[in-house]
């Protein structure tokens, strides 16, 4: 069965420094990947996604995530932070072509400090 | 464009109660899928309707049921309200070759 883990229900960092969002999954079969941004009492925005091909892939805001299959990781970076970060971020998988069913992680939410 | 929408914004309900969420997917977008998200936690699948049929559900009770209308819009039904049933319910869309789903803003539900 699926699952995604989100390790760090809650991470700090200062504006300008890096963001680690850290994301792993199970999965039976070549998984697609998403990162969500939630922002207080909003939907679902897509940051990006990783289904075939480059592993690297990129996204809005300057986010990048890099699937690392060897450790069923899928992890979320930005280079330097911004006030405007500031959310909860869920990483989500699906692995059943067709049907797309998303499995969410918890959630992590991120705090910027000024 | 128009994203996806979702009504309405907040309701309140009593339990034992039956409430009507409503959803338009974005254009050309032909997929639907709801979510509930309890406060604090992730969303969990509800179902997906593709083709006015569900295609897949999640692990929810019957209480649960929608429908998907022929220009693709979607309701999700809730009866017998409980307490644990309020939650923030998401509706997202996509086209149905596609993997990647669009959110929309959410229907706050608060059971009383």
């Given at each position: 069965a699926q699952s995604v883990t989100q390790l760090g229900s809650h991470v700090s960092v200062s504006e300008g420094a890096l963001v680690l969002l850290r994301c792993n999954y199970s999965s039976s079969v070549p998984p697609y990947l998403f990162w969500y941004v939630q922002y207080p009492n909003q939907g679902l925005q897509l940051l990006l996604k990783y289904t075939?091909?480059?592993?690297l892939v990129k996204g809005i805001n300057g986010f990048e995530a890099e699937f690392k299959k060897s450790e069923t990781s899928f992890h979320l970076t930005k280079p330097s932070a911004h006030m405007s970060d500031a959310a909860e971020y869920f990483c989500a998988v699906s692995d059943?072509?067709?049907?797309?069913k998303y499995i969410f992680g918890t959630g992590t939410r991120l705090k910027v400090l000024a | 464009d128009a994203g996806v929408t979702q009504s309405p914004t907040h309701l309140i309900k009593t339990r034992g109660q039956q409430v009507t969420l409503r959803c338009s997917p974005k254009s050309g977008h032909d997929t639907v899928s709801w979510y509930q998200q309890a406060l604090g936690q992730g969303p969990q699948f509800i179902f997906q309707y593709y083709e006015e049929e569900e295609r897949q559900r999640g692990n929810f009770p019957d209480r649960f049921s929608g429908h998907q209308f022929p220009n693709y819009s979607s309701e999700l039904n809730v009866n017998a309200?409980?307490?644990?049933?309020s939650a923030l319910y998401l509706c997202a869309s996509s086209r149905g070759d596609r993997p990647e789903q669009y959110f929309g803003p959410g229907t706050r539900l608060t059971v009383t």
């Open positions: 075939t091909g480059a592993t059943q072509p067709g049907t797309y | 309200l409980l307490l644990g049933d």
